[in-house]
């Protein structure tokens, strides 16, 4: 299984950035698809949590700028976030927690991480 994640860049303060993440292989079902992120010298840490059944979840500090989306059909999920400030610089991790069969044992899976910076 492999999740490849996409969109990272640089952009000004206020600006707009949407990122990617799509999962391949051997997939049966993907319960939880997050995104993650982690700054320079710091924690990585959760930024914004989707269910296979569309619930939504954000750290405070991102909640009414971020977006998560997923297209289940597709095994992507997207992040969209807008008014973005210098602390939103960091390197994004996209994470899915899926199984490969019917067997329901599931596993975690990472993505390579796409940096994000904001300049001030």
């Known amino acids: 299984v492999q999740l490849q ?3 990272g860049g640089l952009v000004q303060a206020g600006g707009s950035l949407s990122l990617s993440c799509a999962a391949s292989g051997r997939i049966f079902s ?4 997050d ?3 982690q700054a320079p010298g710091k924690q990585r840490e959760l930024v914004a949590a989707i269910t296979s059944g569309g619930r939504t979840n954000y750290v405070d500090s991102v909640k009414g700028r971020f977006t998560i989306s997923r297209d289940n059909a597709k095994n992507t999920v997207s992040l969209q976030m807008s008014s973005l400030k210098p602390e939103d610089t960091a390197v994004y991790y996209c994470h899915a927690i899926l199984s490969h069969d019917s067997s329901a044992r599931f596993y975690s899976y990472w993505g390579q991480g796409t940096l994000v910076t904001v300049s001030s």
């Open 5 to 7: 994640a996409s969109g």
């Open 30 to 33: 993907i319960n939880d698809m």
């Open 35 to 37: 995104w993650y992120r």
